[in-house]
């Protein structure tokens, strides 16, 4: 296999480590929130508002513990990666109704005065347990619990589904594409294609996080400190009278940084082309740093390819590809040892396309001191506030044990910890760098074969006697109520 | 079948027409844009930026064309819905570089200080021509097309086909789930898994242009003017001691709309508890409006519970049914006649889960009064400026003709039109209703062949002799060129 290549063509980006810029530029933090400033309370469904309405008008504010997890796997997934819980802390912290959602709120003629009075002076006071961002979790664990007055808790599940949903299937499918890549370099090339603005900086922010080296989306680039990269479009080519004058017209621009595209009209006299102008670079002494190949047989091409740009001895010229690839591609591509440097994933990866949604639940599982669950078909889940404990055997793991969050298990390690207390962040934000080694050192300590692309086996979660019995004796006393 | 059912459960919306609310509230008209204010030029793909650094240097200011289409149906496809318009008219309208964008950009040392200061006072100054949103447009069609000099034209591809692709998606999706439910309502449910929170409002606007009568949405409800829905969720059931203590408390709360949800023990038995507080609502002279399944067979056990309702004289009482449903799976439930007045889909509507991407494309047609296109495989387009002309016969339409925009064919409907001139938009915002109405009437224009859910035939798209001409006489010059 070829070397990992470290893509020369990312803007080196001093303030990765830091979180911060060292050209005197703070990344701008109160902007992070997804929503327009002040309008973090609507962002909810309808019901959660007007179940709050029956609770209030019930006096019911005693406090709520609500459980996040997927059931199911997505299709070929073996495990998940936690991510997006930088966003619901950050909502968390700034949940509240202005004026203007209390107006709209009024006007719906839904709500009582009173309530909307309460509305007014609500702020989220409740505390949260959660995987980190970039562990790894599995069907069935919870990767975050909300325990609050059951009116915040339930306020905000809507937010905290579609911001840990998304962000899990998406950090997922790039650590996916990662392994796949087997330590070629990966970019994030999705942001014309994701499923609006939200999903397009989200994509970039968990490609990071699954082990891309950068993203051609410049704001999202700006916002997360992650390096941003771009070559050039076919429209830049066709807007020259032939191929090699823009070829020139970009080499001439950027001499230090320049990756030619091979295939607007002809991909093999494209190549032509490069070494022509990879020549005129090196007599003023510049190197064209690769060529992009984005149509056509990506293995029978990148062989000739290579062959020509190697005959003309310009062997550190990088091949990148791009079009179409997900880590099933990429996976066949470097099993056949294709002479690729760099993949460029856009489309299937930003929209997690063969698995875009997943069966991520906020459930309710202790109120007021109460376990609870429900018994709907198929949906069956255990009460209580839990944990997940994780054992491993020479350095990777064995199995975990779900139990609860008040149960102890000797030589395991506890994996949910506390993020928020009374509202407010429990440590300071980890930084992008940080979650990213998190989550190299957790696939590290997974057995291979669950990170199969294809069909992996479940891996072991066992649930601890005691949750077992308390599953048990809440299931038949709603069974049987009297 | 059972006659078409207009919620009673949704909140009348008395500025849906006038696109202003009749509460003294404006609809907030500076917030559509899914960009955080004064971060509009940075949402773009690096390239974007390089690419104009060289036709800065080269000093190449001509006006180009730029064209967006969907090359091949996603799956199961026969028609697309245009939708997404008005975002790319907010977004070249407000298009500008901040000072904290160029502050970013002076430090990642990619850009020189001429072409920055050059950024500082860019504006959009170009036009464009679009198939207006709602109306039906169908593969290898422009939806839009983009005239202006070569920069400003070719930064904006990013966020043009981010909302295009996302918005046509999601209101084609729309469209079959309506036209699924023959007549039955449809509400959105989607927030909490959409991929990320513009999504969320788009598929809220999007399912509102398809045809929807409401969305959960809260804040997509108050931004469009769409009326907000809903009801209770398992965990509001559970939070009580048993489940006719739950449905009490909520009727006690909202007399006058209360919808009850079944499954969270037992479907048959909740229908009882529903008709005992249905009864109890009765004597204080309010009606219980529906009731919900949210799991099992619905097929089964929405005749189990009507039968039971009826019996019980309570046939005004409606049948609402979610959770996982689609186009497909409401199609199966209305053939069966399953006796369900009203869907709420999710899931798989909010991600378009069959077909969660296309390949639409931003592709530059002409440059400097030169018509261009390229050769890659599978990737070839004809070039030039284009329109749509559509033909009918008898109210329906027969075909489609893609021709030159400067070609007049006679007979036919031209489906392009100008929306915006010198950067400044041609006409004012369309209201949703009207926008919702002209898909309505464009879906009678369509033969009934074109909707059908699985393989539809191909709608005849023919390229007119001049464009065929054209077409090939670039291709010969490309292909040899001197």
Known sequence: MRPCFRAPFVTPCPYLRSGKSDWGIRLMDNSHDPLPPGQTGLFTDLYELTMAQAFFRQKMFAPATFSLFVRN???NRGYLVSAGLEDVLDHLAAFHFSQADLTYLRSTEIFTGDFLDYLEG???????RAIPEGRLYFANEPVLEVTGPVIEAQMVETFIINQVNLQTLLATKAARCVWAAQGRGMSDFSARRTQGIDAALKMARCSYIGGFQSTSNVLAAQRYGI??????AHSFISSFPDE???????????PQRTILLLDTYDTIQGAWNAVQVAKELDESGNRLLAVRLDSGDFDSLSRQVRRILDEANLDYVKILASGGLDE????????DDAPIDLFGVGTKAGVSADAPWSDMAYKLVCY??????????????????????RFQD?????????????ESVTGAEEILVEVMAGGTPSAAKPGLPEIRERLE????RLDPRFKALHRPPLYPVQISPKLQRLTARVQEQLAEPE
Chains 1, 2 share one sequence.
């Not at 390096?227 to 050039?232: E, F, I, L, V």
């Open 394 to 406: 020479n350095g990777v793991w064995s199995h975990d044990v779900l139990g609860l969050s008040d």
């Open 441 to 444: 050192a957790d696939m590290q």
């Open 227 to 232: 390096p941003p990269a771009g070559t050039m």
């Open 328 to 335: 099933y591609e990429v996976d066949r591509l470097v099993r």
């Open 368 to 389: 007021d001191g109460r376990p609870v669950m429900k018994l709907s078909p198929d949906k069956v889940s255990p009460p209580g506030a839990k944990q997940v404990f």
């Open 122 to 128: 609500l702020r989220f006071t409740g505390s949260v």
């Open 73 to 75: 796997y997505p299709a």
């Open 244 to 254: 090699i004058s823009a070829f020139r017209a970009y080499a001439d621009t950027f």
